[in-house]
């Protein structure tokens, strides 16, 4: 998970979607639905007791691709894109909304894209899409709902209340991505935001909101002509191409920090430290990815993982978090955990020696087990359809294709001390 998971829009928090969605059997096939919309649009078809989740990704539109000058212009228009429609005030829309069956309401733009995604019922579906329709095409803002939302942004961490793991993150991130919108703040810049100005909202939703860099997927009890009927309802007011909009988030300039290890000082960790350490990882192609997921998991799994065992078996470890955080251009495996502050220079030399003994070899017969499992769960479907399109992407990669020469090639990559950064938090 994350460290740093940021909802800008919520309307209801359910406490889980398995009250929506039946554990029969699994769902597998994922339809593609053509449309007169022209949008590329995918469905996936379960039981799902009156209840259908969409999602909408509007490509490359997130934080992380804004420009410098409007660095946090996403998060700030997240913010305004569903306060008031068809003339409601803010409480009313939130009522209006609930009345029409939408519940779990999210906009995000603090990574590459711009999403918004909901439940809504489907007996209501035709009703709440007509209401939430206008948003894309001509959301209803003010100056002082714009002044109101900026003054929402940029979110500054500050060092003695925020969780220790979104602090190693950003700075983290920071040392990866040297002077590039993948290491910077997900919320943009104090002078950025304060620049931001009604035609500049305007401008970005008429460059970014458009047909042709939309992706949506419809989950539920329903047929193609039905969802084709939806997006005809959604998104018929839509421009099908608008002006080309640039992208400030191209890695092939983005330099690696110099800087291999970093401290950060909190007050109150008592006698606890917290250690970071990350590797990005560019162009990788669909099998060297599959591998990634296929070492990672063999490695650091919390449970059978050989790196956190090993931490078990020299009693350094109070907790163990990885990640692998796939962005647009480039991807970075990141790994997290707590120790005594006494043992910090322990924990240093054992990531060292573990760092260079699986750069030179790896056990592959747990690979291999590792391997099979991830072929049998993907060929099994999802569990639950949040955020469906990552699990379809997770699905779709080549497992059973990865041979021991890959392994091998991605293994050094992936521990090459030179390209680790490590940052460390503790008290003074």
């Known amino acids: 998970m994350s460290p740093k998971i940021i909802i800008s829009f919520i309307f209801v928090v359910l406490v889980s979607t398995s009250m929506f969605f039946k554990k ?12 007169n919309c022209g949008i590329k649009t995918h469905m996936l078809r379960v039981k799902s007791d009156n209840v259908i989740y969409v999602k909408c990704k509007f490509k490359n539109a997130g934080v992380l691709h804004n420009s410098p000058e409007k660095h946090g212009i996403s998060a700030v228009i997240a913010e305004l894109l569903c306060r008031k429609i068809n003339g409601l005030s803010p409480q009313e829309t939130r009522e209006k909304l609930l009345e029409l069956g939408v519940i779990n309401l999210f906009i995000r733009a603090f990574e590459d894209h711009f999403v918004l995604s909901f439940y809504v019922l489907k007996d209501k579906v035709s009703d709440a899409l007509k209401f939430l329709s206008p948003i894309f095409s001509r959301p ?17 961490l500050d060092t003695d209340a925020s969780h220790p793991q979104e602090l190693l993150f950003d700075k983290l991130m920071g040392i990866l991505y040297q002077n590039h919108n993948y290491g910077l703040n997900n919320t943009g810049t104090a002078r950025a935001i304060s620049s931001i100005t009604e035609h500049d909202v305007r401008d970005f939703i008429k460059s970014n909101f458009s047909k042709d860099k939309l992706e949506v997927f419809f989950t539920g009890d329903l047929s193609s002509s039905e969802t084709e009927t939806y997006i005809e309802i959604l998104f018929s007011k839509l421009a099908g191409k608008n002006q080309e909009a640039s992208s400030n988030a191209t890695i092939a300039s983005s330099g690696l920090s110099e800087e291999k290890s970093a401290l950060i000082h909190k007050k109150n960790m008592e006698n606890i430290a917290g250690v970071m350490s990350g590797i990005r990882l560019d162009k990788l192609n669909d099998r ?11 490695l650091f799994n919390e449970k059978t993982g050989d790196f956190c065992l090993g931490l078990r078996s020299h009693n350094m470890a109070y907790e163990v978090n990885c990640a692998i955080l796939r962005r647009s251009y480039s991807s970075v495996f990141y790994f997290f955990v707590y120790i005594d502050k006494g043992d910090l220079i322990n924990y240093k030399k054992y990531l060292k020696d573990k760092i260079s003994a699986y750069q030179n070899k790896l056990n592959i017969n747990d ?4 391997q099979n499992h991830l072929v049998a769960q993907t060929k099994d479907g999802f569990a639950d359809i949040t955020d469906i399109d990552e699990k379809i992407k997770f699905n779709s990669l080549p497992f059973s294709e990865v041979t021991e020469a890959i392994f091998a090639g991605v293994a050094k990559k992936l521990f090459d ?3 680790m950064r490590t940052v460390c938090i503790c008290s003074d």
Do not use: C, G, M
């Open 288 to 298: 060297e990815k599959a591998a990634l997921y296929i070492i990672v998991e063999t």
């Open 417 to 419: 001390e030179s390209q």
């Open 140 to 156: 209803e803002f003010s100056k002082n709902d714009l002044e109101f939302i900026k003054e929402k942004y940029p979110i500054i």
């Open 24 to 35: 029969e059997k699994p769902f597998i096939k994922v339809s593609e639905v053509s449309n």
């Open 367 to 370: 690979l291999k087990r590792t």
